[in-house]
């Protein structure tokens, strides 16, 4: 019982640690990074089983982490005001072509960054970008000027107004 109480710890203090580092997707991560959470896990191993090797010990520890993130899901599925607390929120991060500086020192997000997700996302400039934002799982997700959509509209106009 000692081990679902040691992994029940683990599990918040892993869970904050990760709130706090911020919204990132594993590709994301420096290789900095990722090193780190790799040897947190293995220090979180540490501190769950303790000196139990065992088969069941490790069971225990695995059903534990399972558990709690299920409950988490649930929780997040049944009141999704909650989502926002467990999640996070979307943030904006360019509006109208304009980066938001707020919003990306907020989730400590470079111009290079958004940037780099732009041309990946097939987008030249910061202008060609009405929306980008910030997803709750640390995807940027990136919406379009439609420039030409009201070009269109402008070409109507002059081309119906010189009939009537």
Known sequence: MD???????MFAVLYLLLRLLGKREIGQLTSFELV?????GDLIQQGVTHNDFSVTGATLAIVTFAFWALIMSWITYLF????????????IVIRDGELLQDNLRRDRIT?????????????????DVAWAILE???????IRR???AAQRSDQKDDTDGGAR
């Open 111 to 127: 111009r290079a960054e958004v940037e780099a997700e732009m041309r990946l996302a097939g987008i030249p400039h910061m202008r």
């Open 146 to 148: 439609d420039d030409t």
């Open 136 to 142: 709750a799982r640390g995807k940027i997700s990136f």
């Open 36 to 40: 780190v959470l790799i040897v947190m």
């Open 3 to 9: 081990i679902v109480a040691r992994a029940t710890a």
């Open 80 to 91: 999704p005001r909650m989502e926002k607390v467990l999640d996070g929120e979307p943030q």
